[in-house]
Each structure stands twice: as C-alpha cells, then as structure tokens.
C-alpha cells in the first residue's frame, strides 16, 4: 500500500476570524485607540531612552515601514514634552569687538519676541531723544560757550605773542602752513626785495631775533593745542553728559522690566555704552548732520541700505513665544544647513555681505533643549549633514558654518557666529540595515545612539488585539468622517491583517497597509449607497488593490494558457515537475509556477546545476543543489560508489534563481530522472530539503498555492491538481476563500509532507519502503527502483572504464610492437 501524506481540510487553509472573540456590533460601540498596537518592546525602549538624561542614550527606532514608527514616537515625545519646562529663546547679535564673531544671547524662554519688540521701540526712542537733545538751543548753547571761551583763549595767546614780535621788529602773519614771523621796518612788512637790500649789520638783527621768536612761537602752538584738547575734552564731557541723560532713562527702563535676564539686560548695557561712544565720536549720521540742515546734510552722504538702529537690533532665531513645554522637531529634509543653520547674504552698494541679521537656524536650534527627530536614510544620503550631526553631539554645541570652507573651497566674506551651547535628544528612524551598516563602519555611532528600539513586523493573535484593531478602526473613522464597519468587516480587515505576514497566529503591524484598506473600502461601500461596512465592501476593495496591481501576472498566466510559457497540469512525466515560486513587484506579489526537469545519465561528473553553469544562481541556490548531491549519497551511496551525470534546470527562466526553496522539487525531478519514474503534472511543489530528506519550511507558501491553483482553474480543475508543502508552513496558509471553496468541493488539494519519501511517494503512487536487515528497499518501492539504478550506473561506467583501459593497453601493445 502506497504511504501517501494525508491532505489537508478546507478549514486548515485560513484561520477565520471569531465573532466570539468581539464583543460589538459595529466599531461605533468601542473606544477611540489609545497608543499603538503590538509594538510594546519598541515603546519600552523609546521611553527609556527620553527619560534617560545620561550623555549619548539617543534613540535608533528601526523595523518595517508602515509599523508606525515616526507616529509613536512623535506622540511619545510629544506628551513627555508637553510637561517640561521651554527652553530659552535664542537670537544672534553684532559683536563690536569681532564683527566676523556674531555673539549668541541667551533670552528667557517665549520672551524673545518681546525683547526684539522693546528694544527696537527703546532704539527707535533714543534717536529722536538724542536728536532733540543735540538739535537743542540748551546743547548748542552749552557748545558755543565752551567754543567762544577757547577761541578768547587762543586770541589772547596770540596777542600776546605778537606784541612780543612787535617790540623785536616783527609781524605775525596768518599762512596756508601756519603761523609765520615777517620782517617789520617802520611797522611795515619788509618783502623779500626789500630785506635782501638791507645792510648786513641790519638782517643779523634780524636773524638774531628770529631764533627767540621761534622759541616763543612754539610755546604759544602748545598753548593753543592745549587749549583745543581741553575744548574737546569739555564738549566730548557734553555730549556724554547730554547723552546719558537722554538716554540713560530709557535703558534703565528696559533693564528693569528684564532684570530677571541677566544676560540680556548685560547687552543692553552694552548698546547704551556703545551708542554713547557713538555720540561722542560724532558717528551718527543724524549728530554729523547737526549746524548743516537736514538737506544739505543730507546731499553730501549717499543713500543708506539700513539704519544705525540696525546694528544694535536682536536676529531672533530661535523663538518659543505662545509655546508650551519642550520642542519636538520632525526635520524631513535634514541637510547640512537645515541641521545647523546658514549664514545668507544681502546686497549692499553691489556687494554681498553678511551680517547678525543674516543668521537662519536649523533643526538643531529650534530642537534645542527638546527632542529632534531625523530619518536616518536622508540624513545620511546628505552631503556633509551626518558628520555635522554627531559633531554637534559630540561636542555639545551648534556651530554654523559655511560648507565651503569645510571643503576648502574660498568663500565670499562670511560669518563665524560663536557656537550656541546644544541640549537635545535625537531620534534616528531608519531600517535594520542601515543601523547595523553604521553600527559596523562608524565608531562615534555606538557612542551616541546607545538606545535601539525594535519596531516589529507582526504581533500575536489575539483577542486583545482583535479588540485593537477594531478600535484603529473606530479612530480612523472618526478622524477621517469615514463609516463604521460591522463585526464582520472588522473580522475581513482582522484575516487581512494575518495574510499579509502569511500566519495562522500572527498579525501585522503595519498599520499604513491597513489604514489604506479601510479607507478604499469606505469609498467602495459609500460607491454602493452604504451606510456601514460590511464584510463584502472589505472583500471588493481586497480584490480591487489585487486588480490594479496585477497586470503582469495576469499576462504571465495567459502565456502558460496560450502554451508560450510551458507548464502541465495534467498527465505524468519522467524528469520533470512543476515549481513554484514567488515574483515580487513593489507592493505586489504573486506565485509563479515553472517547469523544473531532471536528466541522469552515466558518467562521474556528479550533478550539473545548469543555472549556476549560466551564471543564473545564486549563493544559496548553488548550496541547495549541492544539498542535494549529500542526500543522494546518504540514502544510496553508502555500499556503492555514485557514479553518474545528472543535469537540473528551470525550463524558460531568462532571469536570476535564488533561495532553496525548490531544492525538495529539484530533488524530486532527480530521483524520477534516475529511476524512470513518471511524476504528476497535476501536483506543484515547494519546500527546502537537507542532507537526511527532511522537508523544511520556506517563504510565500500562500502565493505559490494561489498562482498555481490560478493555472489550473484556467486549464479546469479536475480533482486532481493541488500543491504540496511542507508541513511545517501549514500554520503560514492564509488562502483566499476561492481557494478554500475548492478544496472544500474536492477540485483542489493542499498536501503537507515531512520527507521527502512521502513527497516522492504522493507524486508517483509508488510506496517508498525502507531498508530490511540486509540493507535492501523491499520490492516496488521508488527507492528501490532508484537504488538499483544508482547501482546498475555503476557497474556499467565501471565496465566501460575497464574496457576503455583494455583497449588503450591493446593499442599501446600493438604500437611498441610495431616500433
């Protein structure tokens, strides 16, 4: 009696969902969903990593896309930040000491705005008091009394010392150079002429008397020099005095309403002194027009990009007024400049130039004292931002600066605005590649990222998360007006769910994937007048994603149905059997089937792979075959040598071939080669074998089923066509209910095997058998039949290798006889 495997019932093809386990009518009967669903190891370590304050516990979150990373995240950080205290504001300011060096101020936290407010009215404010106060008869009177009383003092000194040059016969004359002494005779300058006619007794007087007035003009230049220093000094005493009194009022005024900012009130200090030593020095423009009218003044200066106020105004960059709690910032562009911040530029008179004002924050400043949160494949796929990134970490501090100069280029004139100290916690969302990549390859990347946070691909089955779901649901409605759905539909999204991980007791947590499908069934229910959802609405927008997506398997099928792509599924052939495997297409994937066939013959070559040979395998592929060759030898090479050549392909496959799981449909293909044997077309195969024949699981078990039940519907069922698998992956069958009504009305069959005997046996009716006390496969068994043909190949390449050696001797005899 044949040793078949037994074939599995219609209610072991895809687990249901129980109304039992769902105590509601419709999703309006639960509550809205609070957190995230089957991601607890991921939650865990996101709130581990915020709330630990220690130097490096950043954050790596990584798993699939759609689990709902940068959503749980986002509200983790989000609720954590609402209960913190605000950072301070940040804002950048002309440092007079270095202008290149722009200084950073810290302000109180949401008070920035207000202090740029303040001080510019207190700026605004001090111009028109200084303008009044310098335009003022009190200043100009004050101004022309200390002028008057030099300009006394000079004249008298110069009075002096010409009735000194008088009584010595000379003048005092007035010149372009200066001050000179001319020649007198009778109290009228003598010119040149008329002195070089005087006696030489008469011009040595004069001579003589030249050097004392010399010595005497000196003295009188010093005392006029002096007398100008101690005019300035008193109107330079004015102008401080006048100042101070102007505007000291209005600084103290701002100083007291931010007295509780140490820093700030520090830099208005700064500017009331600055601005002080500006009036003194007569450097604004309106005091350098004072005596000249505004008019003229205003025709021998050019026209101005910016006002003096300009220079001492804050460039807030950073800036918390209405907000509450930390910043959580979500950078979804982070490149170097979006990271750290930019210097830009603004015309003036034909030239760039920069200045405080031009300063721009990035991620980093706005995050800062809060949380950032980054992806980590466009972070990394940024020039120069990464290294920016962990520099700033690393070192604590933001430092803006220009990417060309990092690169060595030369800039134009540029900024170097002094680094603002940096608080963060940073938040990487990237995928398991990408963090073991920079954990192997970047040393500082363990140092800063020592929290990683799992998100997983699928979570149990259960009533729990049933109940979950169905609250997903119910929020997604109600935060997109979309209808509620019946019991029924939840339970269609629910085995949906546990299709897409391809389990009987696991679910998806891609979260993305399902919101889509409940959104297009809504559109669909509402397209059929529906005021809730019912299991059908679920069903017809499964079956619509599937459509859209389909177009190339459906012309794969018609090829086979129109023969271009050969697959049988019918009858029984000697070396041959149907594959199956799995095309992915994006988001879409599909079962395909495909011819593999087997050629054995004599030879000691061992097992040709012809895809390998063609450069069509790959690694693991190659090492499946390779499996191959040892289970032969196990089972029938251990009282024999194997001597044999033996070929494997798939038939029409033009692309690459990987993975191991056709190795049991290859090996199945082989042993009917060898031994004769004809397998059924009408059976498809998939499953991983090893070295003892034991039948492991593999991948996509659902769509290689469906592809090929798919082929077979379009030749007509015929009762006899069904798929075997490993029994191990029964638990992975989420097939769609055509699939499972088949199997129900007996016009398809899913067969799960152990070994690869029960395998060979269903597929050729024949028993496998075991080896008796003497070693032998009882009679009729197919590894009987192979056995002995292993055997019989043999003894007859043994035979023709002796014969080949008999006739080389015999020719080699007769050649030296003839020499």
């Known amino acids: 009696m044949a040793q078949f495997p037994s074939e599995l019932d219609a209610g072991m093809l895809r687990r249901t969902c129980s109304a039992d386990d769902m105590h509601f009518d419709t999703t309006d009967d639960v509550a809205l969903l609070e957190g995230i669903i089957g991601q607890e190891r991921a939650t865990r370590a996101i709130e581990f990593g915020i709330e630990m304050e220690a130097e490096g516990y950043n954050i790596f979150a990584m798993g699939p896309s759609g689990a709902g990373k940068s959503s749980t995240i986002l509200r983790y950080l989000q609720e954590r930040a609402a209960a913190q205290p605000t950072p301070q504001d940040w804002a950048y300011v002309r440092n007079p000491a270095d202008p290149y060096r722009p200084r950073a101020l810290p302000l109180p ?58 009584q010595r016969s000379f003048g005092l004359q007035q010149t372009p150079s200066g001050l000179t002494f001319v020649p007198l005779k009778d109290d009228v300058p003598l010119s040149p002429e008329a002195f070089a006619a005087l006696d030489a007794k008469q011009r040595q007087h004069y001579a003589e008397q030249d050097t004392v007035l010399g010595k005497a003009l000196e003295q009188a230049i010093r005392q006029l020099q002096q007398l100008q220093k101690t005019a300035n000094q008193r109107i330079t005493e004015l102008n401080q005095q006048v100042a101070h009194s102007a505007i000291d009022p209005l600084f103290a005024a701002l100083q007291e309403d931010f007295r509780s900012c140490a820093d700030f009130s520090t830099y208005v200090q700064g500017v009331s002194d600055d601005l002080i030593a500006r009036v003194v020095a007569l450097q604004l423009d309106f005091l350098r027009a004072a005596g000249q009218g505004a008019e003229k003044a205003s025709k021998k200066r050019p026209a101005q990009t910016k006002s003096w106020i300009h220079d001492y105004e804050l460039n807030l960059i950073v800036d918390h007024s209405g907000a509450t709690g ?32 031009t300063i721009r924050a990035g991620a980093l400043h706005r995050a800062n004292g809060g949380y950032l949160v980054l992806a980590a494949d466009a972070l990394l796929g940024s020039p120069m931002a990464w290294e920016a990134l962990t520099r700033a970490l690393r070192h604590k501090e933001i430092r803006i600066e220009d990417p060309a100069a990092i690169t060595g280029a030369i800039p134009a004139a540029s900024l170097a605005p002094i680094p603002i100290p940096l608080d963060v916690k940073v938040v990487l969302i990237g995928t398991p590649d990408t963090y073991y990549s920079l954990w192997a390859y970047d040393g500082i990347f363990s140092k800063l990222f020592k929290v990683r946070a799992d ?365």
């Open 109 to 166: 936290p949401g008070q920035g705005r207000l202090a740029c407010t303040r001080l510019r009215e207190t700026l605004r404010q001090a111009e028109t008091v200084l303008r009044d106060a310098f335009s003022g008869t009190v200043y100009e009177d004050a101004h022309a009394q200390i002028v008057q009383q030099m300009q006394v003092a000079q004249q008298k000194i110069l009075n002096q010392l010409e009735a000194f040059a008088q």
């Open 455 to 819: 998100f997983a691909s699928d979570m149990e089955w259960s009533a729990a998360n049933l109940l979950k779901i169905a609250q997903f649901i119910h929020t997604r409605g109600e935060e997109e007006a979309l209808l509620p759905f019946a019991l029924d539909a939840v339970a269609e999204v629910v085995e949906f769910g546990g299709r897409l991980v391809e389990s009987q007791d696991r679910l998806t947590t891609r979260f993305a994937i399902i919101a889509d499908v409940i959104r297009e069934t809504d559109f669909w229910a509402r397209k059929a007048a529906a005021t809730l959802v019912q299991r059908s609405h679920v069903r017809h927008a499964i079956d619509e994603r599937r459509y859209r997506s389909s177009l190339y398997e459906e012309q794969f099928q018609r090829m086979i149905r129109e023969g271009t792509v050969m697959v049988d599924t019918t009858g029984a052939k000697v070396g041959q059997i149907n594959g199956l495997a799995v095309v992915s297409l994006g988001d879409y994937a599909f079962g395909k089937p495909s011819r593999i066939t087997a050629s054995a013959y004599l030879g000691n070559k061992g097992v040709l792979n012809i895809e390998r040979e063609s450069k069509l395998s790959g690694r693991i592929h190659d090492k499946g075959v390779l499996i191959l060759v040892g289970y032969l030898g196990r089972m029938f090479g251990q009282d024999k040598p194997l001597n044999l050549n033996a070929s494997i392909a798939f038939e029409q496959s033009y692309a690459g071939v990987d993975g191991d799981s056709a190795s049991s449909t290859e090996l199945y293909a082989l042993l009917a080669a060898i031994a004769q044997v004809p397998v059924k077309q009408s059976i498809a195969v998939t499953g991983s074998v090893n070295q003892r024949g034991e039948i492991q699981a593999v991948g996509g078990v659902t769509m290689k089923i469906e592809g090929f039940f798919d082929i077979c519907k379009a030749h007509g069922l015929s009762g006899e066509q069904g798929v075997m698998i490993p029994a191990v992956n029964v638990r992975h069958l989420m097939l769609r209910p055509d699939v499972v009504e088949a199997v129900e009305q007996g016009l398809f069959h899913v067969w799960p095997v152990h070994t690869v005997d029960e395998g060979f046996s269903l597929l050729t009716g024949l028993s496998y058998g075991v080896r008796d006390e003497s070693g032998q496969f009882p009679e009729g068994t197919w590894n009987r039949l192979v056995d002995e043909k292993l055997r019989y190949m043999t003894l007859a390449y043994a035979h023709f290798s002796r014969s080949d050696r008999a006739n080389e001797d015999a020719n080699n005899s007769s050649a030296a006889d003839s020499f």
């Open 326 to 357: 930390t910043p959580v910032i979500y950078e979804i562009n982070p490149t170097y400049m979006n990271l750290t911040g930019k210097v830009e530029y603004r015309a003036e008179f034909g030239t760039l130039v920069p200045d405080h004002h």
